[in-house]
């Protein structure tokens, strides 16, 4: 890669990033507010251009990429946290931008590596997740464990931002036995994630425990609407 080559990409990578940048504070210009909400989803465009160019000499593209990404999450979540779920409790709009963000971002896991199949050899880069969707492996072992440690805290920090929320939007509901199964069978994916990066050979076990604590939790917080007065 040449100079020249180098600072077009800086340059290019520094216009997304502005891009981004104007997303997060769109309030600010007292537009429609809901466009706010396009940030998840303009973050995708910096973090995967610097993972489509190689930008990291040493191959490690992929999982600075993904840290990078999760920083930028956590910005929006935090800023919809505090100033749109604090005051209106409304959740609904940061939890689907959120999740489109999340599956756009599969999809471009699942392009870019057969568009450059040099992309498939990187050392950070895991087998396809069900022979598509090429993730960081942050267990390799040309990965830095600071950079593993980073990936671990960013994404534990996403699904308690994530989850917070929910779980008091259902405080002091009434919800009825079945439906406590539901969530907890739709909490078994933050719950696999979680456990497979922090502890991957009792992965397994972690699911159970987090399961099993998760449950006793909403039997506390919920309603069966039945109690005895």
Not at 11 to 25: A, E, H, N, S
Not at 125 to 138: A, G, K, N, Q, R
Not at 203 to 212: H, K, N, R, T, Y
């Amino acid at each position: 890669m040449t100079d020249v080559d180098l600072i077009n990409k800086v340059i290019i990578l520094t216009v997304l990033f502005i891009i981004f940048g104007v997303f997060l504070i769109f309030d600010v210009f007292k537009r429609n507010e809901r466009y706010r909400y396009l940030a998840y989803i303009v973050a995708l465009l910096p973090v995967n251009y610097m993972w489509a160019v190689k930008l990291d000499p040493v191959d490690m593209t992929i999982v600075i990429s993904y840290i990078v990404l999760f920083s930028l999450w956590i910005l929006c979540l935090l800023r919809d946290i505090i100033l749109v779920y604090r005051k209106t409790k409304d959740y609904n709009d940061i939890f689907l931008f959120f999740m489109m963000a999340v599956i756009l971002q599969f999809i471009v896991a699942g392009i870019i590596p057969y568009i450059d199949t040099s992309l498939q050899d990187l050392g950070a880069t895991s087998e396809p997740l069900l022979d598509i969707f090429y993730l960081p492996d942050i267990f390799a072992s040309e990965v830095d464990p600071y950079l593993a440690l980073a990936f671990k805290v960013l994404m534990t920090f996403i699904i308690i931002l994530i989850m917070g929320p929910i779980l008091l939007d259902i405080k002091g509901e009434a919800i009825a036995f079945p439906v406590l199964l539901i969530i907890v069978a739709i909490f078994l994916i933050p719950f696999i994630i979680l456990s497979y990066i922090w502890l991957p050979e009792a992965w397994g076990v972690l699911v159970l425990l987090f399961s099993v604590v998760l449950f006793i939790l909403l039997l506390i917080i919920t309603r069966s609407g039945k109690e005895i007065k």
